[in-house]
């Protein structure tokens, strides 16, 4: 359910494409679009995952178009395979949210996946770029609207240039941290590029149901978590408002939509000023192109 006062257009028609939307954030967005009228297209790792996101749809969107698809982003040939199958069917899209993510905050062990790259730099952004990189005819042939879902934690983390997958010190927050703020200086090139597309970012604070909110609370006395679940988190129903302000919004973009509350943890989604961190024209030029060398020779 969408906050008071917070209006979405009539979206009947407008094909979307919602990464992670089986679970979370990324299924309340589905539900706000497909509420709307947007056909959706999901994309999921288990068909059993997106066989259940299809049917708690369909409880508040019984007459949605819903469309599952294998994708699994730890896998660059999974990536490649549904770009390449969206691209011939020949079918605009018309919004793109760049949403799913992992984020094993609290994990000391780094991971790798089978492509060889450190999990959170594959799933949260080099999964997401190869996938941007090998539609880029369709996003803009169609002129796609594109809401890319970063992190608050980019508030305080940039990007390990110098170490990008974490191999000689690990930790997962920096890891995830990078890898988020990386994603959005990604798009913000991509916005600069690729004048056919409109490309806003987003985050939805901090949210109880993701993984990282566990390894917040644990910091907290348990008088204080309940306050703040309460009080400071956002629930995933208000957390997808920003993506949704992302897509619909006809401020000029690339706009930089966030919760309204303090410090940006939860409320309702406005237009805020984008974190220093992204002010980076340096940095989106050197993810962009690493972006592009990785999906060429990976």
């Not at 991971?111 to 990189?133: K, M, Y």
């Not at 006809?250 to 940006?264: E, H, V």
Request: glycine share 6%; aromatic share 6%.
């Amino acid at each position: 359910m969408l906050s008071r006062g917070f209006v979405v257009p009539d979206l009947s028609g407008a094909r979307a494409l919602v990464t992670g939307s089986t679970s979370g954030v990324g299924l309340e967005i589905a539900r706000v679009l497909a509420a709307h009228g947007a056909p959706i297209v999901l994309p999921a790792r288990s068909k059993a995952k997106g066989e259940s996101a299809i049917a708690a749809l369909r409880q508040t969107a019984p007459a949605a178009r819903l469309e599952l698809r294998d994708l699994d982003l730890v896998s660059l040939a999974s990536v490649r395979a549904f770009a390449d199958r969206l691209d011939a069917e020949g079918r605009p899209l018309d919004l793109l949210v760049i949403n799913a993510g992992v984020a094993m905050v609290g994990d000391r062990t780094r991971r790798v996946t089978a492509d060889g790259f450190e999990l959170h730099f594959q799933t949260n952004f080099l999964g997401h770029a190869l996938l941007v990189l090998s539609l880029l005819p369709l996003l803009r042939a169609s002129r796609t609207r594109i809401a890319v879902q970063g992190s608050i934690v980019s508030a305080l983390y940039g990007v390990s240039w110098d170490d990008p997958q974490f191999a000689r010190r690990y930790s997962a927050l920096r890891a995830y941290a990078s890898s988020k703020t990386a994603l959005s200086l990604f798009a913000l090139e991509l916005a600069r590029r690729v004048p056919e597309v409109r490309v806003d970012l987003c985050h939805p604070g901090v949210v109880p149901a993701t993984a990282i909110a566990p390894q917040i609370r644990a910091h907290f006395a348990p008088s204080f978590r309940d306050f703040a679940v309460g009080r400071l988190w956002n629930p995933p129903a208000q957390a997808a408002e920003t993506a949704v302000l992302a897509l619909t919004t006809d401020a000029p973009s690339p706009t930089f939509c966030a919760p309204g509350g303090r410090l940006q943890f939860s409320g309702r989604a406005r237009l805020r000023t984008p974190f220093r961190r992204l002010d980076d024209p340096e940095g989106s030029r050197r993810i962009w192109e690493l972006a592009e060398k990785l999906a060429v020779t990976a």
